[in-house]
């Protein structure tokens, strides 16, 4: 039986599940650690979940930081990686579409410098790296900037 993909509105439920579940790499195991609120993601028309069989399996979508600028942002499981292509090009193809409907002219995100596939991922999506921010992250990792302007 094919596993169908549907994209619905994010609501923080989808975001706590993910949390909860192994995540897409190990070293997103270490961000879970973060006591993050997966509810203050929500934002009209600016997330998303991907949901296979009824249970998501990856979230994405931009917080407003101010006027014309947001924090892009990605919550996986391990469930994802069944789906690789499909779930990145659900990603790219609404990521442009959310920022353009929303009059976003920079999305940025920061991207664990020791996460290769993050790295790569981020540039894949048309990010540009910024710069190395050193102890950026809440466990004081490194972390790379990344943005795209639109």
């Known amino acids: 039986m094919d596993r169908i993909l549907n994209i619905v509105s994010y609501k923080g439920e989808h975001g706590e599940y993910i949390m909860k579940q192994q995540m897409n790499h190990t070293l997103m195991d270490k961000d879970m650690e973060f006591n993050g609120n997966a509810k203050n993601l929500e934002q009209d ?5 991907g949901m296979i069989d009824g249970k998501p399996i990856f979230a994405a979508g931009m917080k ?10 990605v919550l996986a499981t391990k469930d994802a990686l069944d789906h690789p292509l499909l779930v990145a090009k659900a990603i790219r193809k609404d990521f442009a579409r959310i920022a353009k409907e929303n009059n976003i002219n920079r999305v940025q ?11 790569k991922f981020a540039k894949w999506l048309g990010l540009e790296e910024e710069g190395l921010m050193k102890k950026f992250g809440f466990d004081g990792s490194d972390q790379y900037m990344y943005a795209r302007l639109f």
Request: glycine share 12%; hydrophobic share 50%.
């Open 45 to 49: 028309n600016l997330a998303f979940t």
């Open 64 to 73: 407003i930081i101010w006027n014309g600028v947001a924090e892009g942002w």
């Open 109 to 119: 995100t920061a991207v664990r410098a020791n996460y290769t596939t993050g790295l």
